[in-house]
């Protein structure tokens, strides 16, 4: 069973950064791709970015672009999502989760979740 457990969240103003980390246990890490997603109150779940089990290949969502990085330590058993200007529409809990095989955008080919981590971006 592949455990997660997302930290680095917390309160920030905006045009500030967090690093978010996604640490897992169980399983084969390095053979799992992992994504990020977030859902603000009232709000659908959205993707975020994901990155493939040797970290080579990354997709950031387009709103996301250029301000949020994904990436990974195997070694580590780890993958951080570095956010940067954040806007207070970022606001929202942040899961990271992961499969076998390639990534996908879509939250539903995921089976494995974290808990979340809250990141609120002041105004």
């Known amino acids: 069973q592949v455990r997660l457990v997302e930290s680095g969240g917390g309160l920030v103003q905006a045009g500030g950064s967090l690093r978010l980390s996604c640490v897992a246990s169980?399983?084969?890490?390095?053979?799992?791709?992992v994504g990020w997603f977030r859902q603000a109150p009232g709000k659908e779940r959205e993707f975020v970015a994901a990155?493939?089990?040797?970290?080579?290949?990354?997709i950031t969502a387009d709103s996301m672009k250029g301000r949020f990085t994904i990436s990974r330590d195997n070694a580590k058993n780890t993958v951080y999502l570095q956010m940067n200007s954040l806007k207070p529409e970022d606001t929202a809990v942040y899961h990271c989760?992961?499969?076998?095989?390639?990534?996908?955008?879509?939250?539903?080919?995921?089976?494995?979740w974290g808990q979340g981590t809250q990141v609120t971006v002041s105004s």
């Open positions: 990155i493939n089990w040797s970290g080579i290949n990354t």
């Open positions: 989760a992961a499969k076998f095989g390639y990534y996908y955008t879509d939250a539903h080919h995921y089976p494995y």
């Open positions: 169980g399983g084969t890490f390095s053979d799992q791709a």
